[in-house]
């Protein structure tokens, strides 16, 4: 995936889920780097790191740094979270920590399958990261079960998520939300 549809893939994501959180976001129509026929973590365990949610502004990475995009409110629902974007559209997303401040958002796609993105989440900020699979090491990356096509990372034979999604290089943020 080029730089440009790996940004655009973080946009879909993060603009839902940043439109949520979004980094990125995590979106959610995702089409991206990291996907699955099948959730890998299982929603119950989810994790609630910004509460009952609250109003946010969202931001994506451009060449000139953050730039604004628009509001998203963010709602509790169980254990998932709804990003609402300023034209009402609502995309659901679970978080799950793999670290002190870490989270996978992992979102249902409109393809049925799910997609993921890497949040790190503070008090007053979320910040989004879509990592790209071709900067991953591509033995380490089967050795986890990961199914490399083309430039997509394809999770349906990872048999420990939290093991892989600690092991991912970030990269750059791709977005952020901004808690008003």
Known sequence: MSTSNRTD???QIFRPLVRLLAVA???IALAGCFTSKRPL???AGAATPLGEGGRFVSYNRTSKGFERDERIEVRLKGKSYDFIDEKGKATP???H???KDLFVAQAPNDGGSYDYVIVRVSASEVIGYAPSCVKQSAKKMRALGVEIHDQECRLDKVAHPKTLF???RLGEPTSK???E
Do not use: C, E, N, Y
Request: no cysteine; charged share 15%; glycine share 4%.
């Open 93 to 95: 997303a679970t978080l």
């Open 166 to 168: 600690s092991s991912v």
């Open 9 to 11: 893939t973080a946009r």
């Open 41 to 43: 973590f299982d929603p």
């Open 25 to 27: 976001a995590m979106s």
């Open 97 to 99: 920590q793999i670290g």
């Open 177 to 179: 939300l901004v808690r």
